[in-house]
């Protein structure tokens, strides 16, 4: 077996400037590649300042802000999951006028249950990422899970 070398270094710029900037240049088998990106630390909100907040709290491992940030990303799938059953079934009543449960049936019950959980769980979860702060990331995560069912010309509409 060949040994490769591999070696990745980056590079950052002080904190204090306004604007960061990281440099990765890349090594694999004598071929070297490098990329270069800046991104913006003001407070802005914009979608990629606030992702960028996600992947700086978690790019040390086991520290304080690792440990918090994804305290409130537990914190907001909790709260999501729980609403999301509590909401879905005043829908089936009132909208569908069907009544019944997972157990006993019908089964109209059973796929109307099923096919408005996922819409309800992805309003939610954004509604309550907002609150939190977290949008970015939870749009990632709703269309992560939007991805499986749908054609990527529909996704790319919400990208």
Do not use: D
């Amino acid at each position: 077996m060949a040994h490769r070398n591999h070696r990745v270094s980056t590079r950052f710029a002080s904190s204090s400037a306004p604007r960061s900037s990281a440099t990765t240049t890349a090594t694999v088998s004598g071929h070297t590649a490098s990329t270069s990106t800046s991104t913006s630390t003001s407070t802005v909100g914009t979608a990629k300042t606030l992702l960028s907040h996600h992947e700086e709290m978690t790019k040390v491992r086991f520290s304080h802000n690792w440990w918090k940030e994804w305290a409130v990303i537990m914190t907001v799938f909790a709260i999501t999951g729980s609403s999301s059953v509590y909401f879905v079934k005043p829908i089936l009543k009132n909208v569908f006028q069907l009544e019944g449960s997972m157990q006993e049936g019908p089964w109209s019950y059973r796929l109307t249950y099923v096919c408005t959980t996922m819409p309800t769980y992805s309003v939610t979860l954004l509604a309550v990422a907002s609150v939190f702060g977290r949008r970015p990331y939870f749009q990632k995560v709703v269309l992560r899970m939007w991805s499986r069912f749908l054609p990527k010309k529909v996704l790319q509409r919400f990208q």
